[in-house]
């Protein structure tokens, strides 16, 4: 299945693999919260025992469950936050205390900006987008904060999407976290072209951020995807694609990429023992 602009929509299959997919990607018991997010629902949601965060979080899982069954909600990796353990996250954060403008591409719930928010960063220098509307609602159910947080949000397909859709803006900093293996080598080529020259804004401005990689590269094919593949780089082929799309768009970057936790099969079955998340940055020279 496609969206109307003709690619494949990097959502969870129809409804006959459910059942498949819920064995595999959906955890029944309570979610085990991280220290970051703790912290976060209690000082800055108001949500201070333990045991309320565990129903709230869970409540809000099963709804963005029904929404569409990413591994990624029904496993709560959505609530184990990652971006403050970055290298260069202290300087991200001055950043945007400074006004330069940081997107949070494919935001899912908006948790990443929470913590940003958090950590200091003004909310109205911060912008966030995804393609579920409903997600960026449970964002604003999960952490309390409709009368407060001043980001905005775009909704909406990205490949359809233009700067205007962003109201004009380019930004210094575009984040994303398991956005961009969710598509294939050639999408994913175009999406970084797309985010350097409609988005970013010149020398110095940075693509940032984390994904799922492998040792071994290679496709990886999922019915828990209506695309059917996704691709999983490891640093040769992910260097490959940056000298690719440089390549492609006359310009040139300063590439690094650091290997981050293996996937342990007891906690992600994917049916491969080679999976391990990396970290990425690309700086515009």
Known sequence: ???????????????????????????PRDPKLGEPLQEVLRSYSGIVDENAQIT???????????????????????????????NGYNDIVKRI????????????LGQEIRKLVF????????????????YVELGYDLFRD?????SR???????????????????DIIYQSAFLHLFNLQDQTDLIIKIVTELLK????MFVGRQVGALNPSEYQSRALRSGACYWHNEETWQRMVDNVASKIGK???????????????????????????????TLL
């Open 1 to 27: 299945m496609t969206e109307p602009n003709g690619k494949p929509d990097p959502t969870p299959a129809a409804s006959d693999s459910a059942a498949e997919i819920a064995r595999t990607f959906w955890d």
């Open 56 to 86: 709230h979080v869970k409540a809000v899982r099963d709804k963005a469950w029904q929404v569409f069954k990413y591994p990624c909600i029904g496993l709560y990796a959505f609530v184990e936050l990652h971006i403050h353990e970055m």
């Open 97 to 108: 205390q400074s006004g330069q403008k940081f997107l949070d591409l494919g935001c899912c």
């Open 119 to 134: 950590d200091g960063a003004p909310s109205e220098n911060i912008m966030g987008s995804e393609l579920h509307g409903k």
């Open 146 to 150: 409709q009368d407060k947080l001043k």
């Open 153 to 171: 949000f775009v909704v909406g397909d990205f490949f359809g999407l233009t700067r205007q859709d962003f109201h004009g803006e380019r930004f």
């Open 202 to 205: 010149g020398p110095g401005s």
């Open 252 to 282: 040139k970057f300063e590439s690094k990429f650091e290997w981050g936790e293996k996937l342990l099969r007891s906690n992600y079955d994917f049916g491969r023992d080679d999976v391990v998340n990396f970290g990425f940055s690309m």
